[in-house]
């Protein structure tokens, strides 16, 4: 069984920066079997749950939402299934909360649907 763990998070005022990092632990054999991309989504107070970025392992590809293309940036951490969104220029409209996910065959990588293995969240806050 795969588990993924989020780091990161909290508040901030607008303009500024925050960084998420999300591990994936259990058997490597489990994680290699389970996970090809790795994804960070939000869903704001009240709404749907978005994609925000992705990054997928072997071909190293990543993918933005436009809303967050230029000021976030998805990399893949020290270790091959970490993954860390950093976090830019930071708006009110960015607050929600953060999930890591990642899934095995991915048509949609910005798809909550794609991604079948879901972190607890954590929280992001921008005041204005």
């Known amino acids: 069984q795969v588990r993924l763990v989020e780091s990161g998070g909290g508040s901030v005022q607008q303009g500024g920066s925050l960084r998420l990092s999300c591990t994936a632990s259990?058997?490597?054999?489990?994680?290699?079997?389970?996970?090809?991309?790795m994804a960070w989504f939000r869903q704001p107070p009240g709404q749907g749950r978005e994609g925000v970025a992705t990054f997928c392992v072997g071909s190293r590809n990543k993918y933005y939402a436009d809303s967050v293309k230029g000021r976030f940036t998805i990399d893949q951490g020290s270790a091959k299934y970490t993954v860390a969104l950093e976090m830019n220029s930071l708006k009110p409209e960015d607050t929600a909360m953060y999930y890591c996910a990642s899934g095995r065959t991915i048509w949609s990588p910005l798809r909550a649907a794609d991604f079948d293995n879901w972190g607890q969240g954590t929280q992001v806050t921008v005041s204005s």
């Open positions: 259990g058997s490597i054999d489990d994680i290699k079997a389970n996970i090809e991309c």
